[in-house]
Every structure is written in structure tokens, then in C-alpha cells.
């Protein structure tokens, strides 16, 4: 039976680089046995062995082919079977919204917060490279795709001092960084669809290809 890294990374679609750190994250995901097989048989990965469970609830999951060009279809109304220049990776919220690798027009391969629209609006670049992400992933929210609790670092449970252990352990050690305690210590501005102001160039780029 194929792993959860060796089917995620089967799904990627030509023309976007998969960062080793990310790539890193699913190996890690499949060497601590935090996957499971959901309903629709579908192989899904977490940070931890229980989900929901504490820290960050992330679904690890990379988009089929198909599934992949209906989503560009759905947001931008490009055709079905053109080559995607996104990659959904991982469902961040309960409402739908989504984290993926984007090829940007300059050909770097960046980490991009979609939201829902139905519930998170936040449409912004998920930190300046892909270790950024895991540290974003690693602080401790809930869900990453409210950024209206990213000024304050989350609380833990009760009986836990630490959130996302052993994943931060992983992070720090594996990337000789720290995990910060808020997120916009890393994404400082982080913006919202319809945000004129903004110089995120993730969400510029959605309100041009959407308006």
C-alpha cells in the first residue's frame, strides 16, 4: 500500500515545485502514523494522533487531478483540464477554506491561504517560505484561518502546557528555528479578500483574477 507521502505527492500537478520542507512535513506525518482512511476512502494526515485534537486541526490532504482543476474552475472560471497554477494541500478550517502551493507569475512556488468566502475571508501568503508555514502550523490556533485571533497567542487546554507536541519539537529541532507565540509574527499583515490596500501579492492576484 502506497504511504500518505507517496500519495500526496503523486497529485502534484506539473509546473509547481513541492518545497523539501513541505514534503519533509508529509514524511513526518506518514513516520508517526498520524493518518487515517476517511469515508470516502480518501488517506488523510494531521499533527497529532487525535483530530480533532490539541493544537492546530489541519486535514493533510493533497487534491486529485480533477478535483484540483474544478477548484480553479469554481474560483476563477478556467476551464477544466487547463494546467492549474494552484495545488489545494490541506483543509485549514471547518468552513472550507483551504492552504495551497500557488505558482506565481514570477515562477516561485509560494504557500497560500484561500478562505471559504462562506465563512474566513483570508486570502493572504502563508509566510515568506515553507518553514514559515510549519512554524505557523506549529503555534497552536485552533484554526489558522481566522485571522482576527492571530495578535494573541492560543490557549492551551487545561491539562497542557504545550500545544502541538511532539510536532514543534520536530520543527525547531529539524529547521534550527523557533516556534513563535503569535501569528503575525510571521504573517504580519495578513489580508482579506477585497483588500484594496494590501501589497499581499497572493490576494491582489485573487481580486484581479476574480473582479
Known sequence: MASFAEVTLSRVPAGIDVPEPLRMLFEWVDAHGFTSTGRDGELYGSLSAEWPGPGTNLLLR??????????????????????????????????????????????????????????????????????????LIGIGYDEICWSEDWSNPPVPEPDRSVLNEPYRTWVESTFDVTIPRTAVEIVPDPAEMGDDGTADTWCRWVDAATS
Open 62 to 135: 493533497g487534491y486529485r487531478p480533477g478535483e484540483t482543476a474544478d477548484y480553479v474552475a469554481a474560483w476563477f472560471g478556467s476551464a477544466r483540464g487547463e494546467s492549474p497554477t494552484l495545488w489545494p494541500f490541506c483543509r485549514t478550517g471547518a468552513d472550507g477554506s483551504v492552504a495551497a502551493l500557488w505558482r506565481a507569475p514570477d515562477s516561485a512556488t509560494r504557500i497560500v491561504h484561500l478562505g471559504s468566502g462562506s465563512g474566513s475571508l483570508l486570502t493572504c501568503v502563508l509566510g515568506d517560505d515553507a518553514v514559515d508555514f510549519l512554524r
